[in-house]
């Protein structure tokens, strides 16, 4: 091994060979099972997103029916979950909630052996079913009030809604969040997602191997960075703003990186802030623009012409948190919505590592001392 085989970020070296999705970071496009995520966010709902990134084609209508029942049915959590959600410091981050009560989830339903199918399945389906349970769970008793039950009759995207605010949703904002979820289910070999498949490797549970997931997604370089938006936009202040904020920042660090900007892969604009873009124009068409969505089209403008040759422009996160933010979501709930449509993703992954599995054992270049000698604590200075 020498410094040149080391790839830092392990940037292009293949991890793994997957049939889930497929990126062109340089025409913008973005597919799950071959299926452009353009037209699954306008056409599709997240169950049927999610039966195709798992499953790998579209389900017929009896698959979907069933597949919806499933999930329905798994939605509620044990009540000494919910009292263990209760006991979570109230100022803790949601995420780091909802790493606990993954992998708690999975004390409730121990799935230790992942050779069997049926019980891979059954898993899965518990685990995307109950996640927004418990996220919406902690966003409630965190304030002081009680979770609210699971409701049969909704969708997924309804039911995580009125699990969260006690209201069932409007249908336009409804199809928002949905389309939200289909955007962010699945993207290939992302930090989280290769978190994901890297505990796979080792067999370890379902619920852990999401667990590892969540815990990675939290960054803000990853996820995370949907609520640092929020927070620079907020900070910014005013479109007025823009240009002096970025001018200052820039002084004090020629490298400062604007967050919601850049990714690995895209060296255009992110398909996804496209398609979130559109729809944040579509829910403010009817009224005025909110003041971080202005913030945030000067940011756009501006950045472009900075930071545009290096191929760096908005990524997933830049459009999201305003988009969330205008539906009535905390800001510190944006990264755990990733994480209830990630999830998607990562279960796909976790079952396609499963199919023919190698451990994941890279390796490294050592650069430290050799034969350093063992002195004795007593004759240490
Ligand atoms: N603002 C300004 N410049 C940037 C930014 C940014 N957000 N991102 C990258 N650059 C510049 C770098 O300074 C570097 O410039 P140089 O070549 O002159 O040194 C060049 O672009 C390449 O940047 P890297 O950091 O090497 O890119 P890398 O692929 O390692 O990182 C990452 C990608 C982590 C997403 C980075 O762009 C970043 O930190 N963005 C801000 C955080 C963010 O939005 N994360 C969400 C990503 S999407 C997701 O995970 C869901």
Redesign the pocket.
């Given at each position: 091994m020498t410094d040149s085989d080391y790839k830092p970020?392990l940037?292009d070296v293949p991890a793994a060979k997957s049939a889930i999705s497929f990126i062109d970071g340089k025409r913008a496009q973005l597919e799950y099972r071959g299926v452009p995520v353009e037209i699954l966010a306008r056409e599709s709902c997240f169950e049927e997103t999610a039966w195709l990134l798992l499953k790998g084609d579209l389900p017929t209508q009896k698959e979907l029916a069933d597949f919806d029942a499933d999930l329905r049915e798994r939605r509620g959590i044990h009540f000494r979950l919910k009292d263990l959600i209760k006991c979570l410091p109230s100022t803790g981050h949601p995420m780091e909630a909802l790493q606990a009560t993954t992998a708690a989830l999975g004390m409730f339903h121990p799935h230790r052996q992942v050779t069997c199918a049926t019980k891979n399945w059954d898993a899965a389906c518990r685990i995307l079913a109950g996640l927004p349970t418990v996220v919406a769970a902690f966003a409630r008793t965190r304030r002081g009030e009680e979770p609210i039950d699971p409701r049969p009759d909704l969708d997924h995207a309804a039911n995580f809604y009125y699990m969260l605010f006690g209201k069932e949703p409007s249908a336009a904002t409804r199809k928002v969040l949905d389309a939200c979820l289909i955007l962010h289910a699945e993207?290939e070999m992302?930090?989280s997602t290769f978190t994901a498949r890297v505990t796979a490797s080792t067999l370890a549970s379902p619920y852990q191997t999401i667990a590892a997931a969540v815990g990675s997604l939290s960054g803000?370089?990853?996820?995370g960075?949907n609520e640092?938006?929020l927070l620079m936009l907020e900070k910014i202040g005013a479109k007025e703003n823009v240009q002096s904020w970025l001018d200052e920042k820039l002084a004090n660090d020629p490298?400062?990186?604007?967050?919601?900007?850049?990714?690995?892969v895209y060296k255009v604009k992110d398909p996804r802030a496209t398609v979130l873009q559109e729809l944040a124009e579509h829910m403010f068409a009817e009224s005025a623009r909110p003041k971080n969505y202005e913030i945030a089209l000067e940011l756009e403008r501006i950045?472009a012409g900075i930071?545009g040759a290096?191929g760096?422009y908005p990524?997933?996160?830049f459009y999201s948190g305003v988009v969330y933010q205008s539906l009535g979501i905390p800001t510190d709930v944006f990264t755990p919505i990733?994480a209830i449509a990630r999830v998607a993703g990562w279960l796909a992954h976790w079952l396609e590592q499963l199919n023919g599995n190698r451990i994941f054992r890279p390796a490294q270049i050592f650069v430290g001392k050799a034969d350093a000698a063992y002195v004795p604590l007593d004759k240490r200075p």
């Open positions: 970020g940037e993207h992302n930090a803000p370089l990853h996820g960075a640092e938006v490298k400062f990186k604007v967050m919601g900007l850049g990714h690995r950045t930071y290096k760096v990524n997933v996160d990733f």
